[in-house]
Structures are given as C-alpha cells and as structure tokens.
C-alpha cells in the first residue's frame, strides 16, 4: 500500500513539473467558478462557518480530475445549497441570485469540458480559452435577456395557459436531452 501511494505521488509530482500555464489557469478557473457557484448558492450562515473549508475542497475535484463526474457533482452540490437556502432558511428569492448561479454553472461547466480535453502539459496559445470563454459569454448573455424577457411575460400570460407552456417547454428540454445522449452513445 505505502509503494501505490509513492508512486501516485512520484506521478503527480511528474505531472505538476510538466505542466504548463494556460492549462493550469484554466483548472484553477474551474476551481473558481464552482467555488463561487456555491458562494451564491449556500446560505451566508453555513458560508460564514466550517462548511466553506469542505465546500472549497470540493470544490477542487473538477478541477483535478475534469474528465470524471466532478463537474457535475459540484454543479448538483450548487443547487443543492440553493434549495437548501430558499426552501430551509427562507431566502428570498433574487433575479440576480439566479442568473449568477445559472452563469457560473454554466461557466464552470464549459470549463470543466474544456479542462478534459486540454492535456495539462499542452501549449496552448491564449486564443483557445480566450475563444472559449467568448462563446461561453455570448450564450450567458443571450440566457439572460431570454430570461428577463420570460419573467416579464410571466405577469401578463398568468394561468392556466403558463402552466401549459411550461409543460411543452419542460418536455421539449427532456426531449432534447434524450436526444442528445442518445446520439452521444452511438459515437
């Protein structure tokens, strides 16, 4: 067992000599954006306490490990701490709140995909994740503005006929997520 632990060792010690800036940059951005997805999302209370330490190790598992399932758990843990804030501590609920959590789960998300196909050792002009995060940008933008736009249509359609455009678009997403996964198993 101590010779499997030297040799992980011996292995990241390897890896962190070869690797190179831009990779490097990129992970500890995904770093980042779960940290603060969770910063927004948990309840000032249990930020303010011990908690903060497990969550910013947590944290760090896309980051290491970006081709697991780190990303996703982190985004879930995110969400989590939101409902754990609007439903047990009686946050009330802010625009700004959810678009800068949607944001940064979103961001760490391109991130974490970005990280799992960038070796750690690679050069990599500042283009690549300059591009990257300009895509990224682009699509939080237009979310948002669909999103405000949304809301505001929320107040005048009311109803019954909401709820059924709610459903439709419900369905559509879950529709498009088959889809999507069932084509990502045939490749």
Not at 80 to 87: E, H, R
Not at 114 to 123: C, E, H, K, Q, T
Request: avoid cysteine; hydrophobic fraction near 60%; aromatic fraction near 6%.
């Amino acid at each position: 067992m101590l010779t499997a632990i030297t040799k992980r060792a011996g292995r990241l010690r390897t890896t962190l000599k070869r690797a190179t800036a831009v990779p490097l940059m990129i992970r500890g951005s995904v770093w980042l954006t779960g940290l603060l997805a969770m910063g927004v999302a948990w309840p000032e209370e249990l930020l303010a306490s011990r908690w903060l330490g497990l969550l910013a190790l947590f944290a760090l598992w896309p980051a290491l490990a970006p081709a697991g399932r780190g990303g996703s758990a982190v985004a879930l843990v995110a969400v989590a701490g939101w409902l754990l804030d609007t439903a047990g501590f009686d946050a009330r609920v802010a625009l700004w709140r959810v678009l800068t959590l949607a944001a940064l789960l979103y961001l760490g998300h391109t991130l974490t995909a970005l990280a799992a196909v960038l070796p750690i050792d690679a050069i990599v002009n500042l283009d690549v994740p300059g591009i990257w995060l300009g895509r990224a940008a682009v699509v939080i933008l237009i979310s948002s503005v669909l999103i405000v736009l949304a809301l505001g249509l929320t107040a005048d359609l009311g109803g019954s006929a909401f709820q059924v455009a709610t459903l439709v678009g419900l369905s559509g997403a879950a529709a498009v997520t088959m889809l999507l996964a069932r084509m990502g198993r045939r490749e």
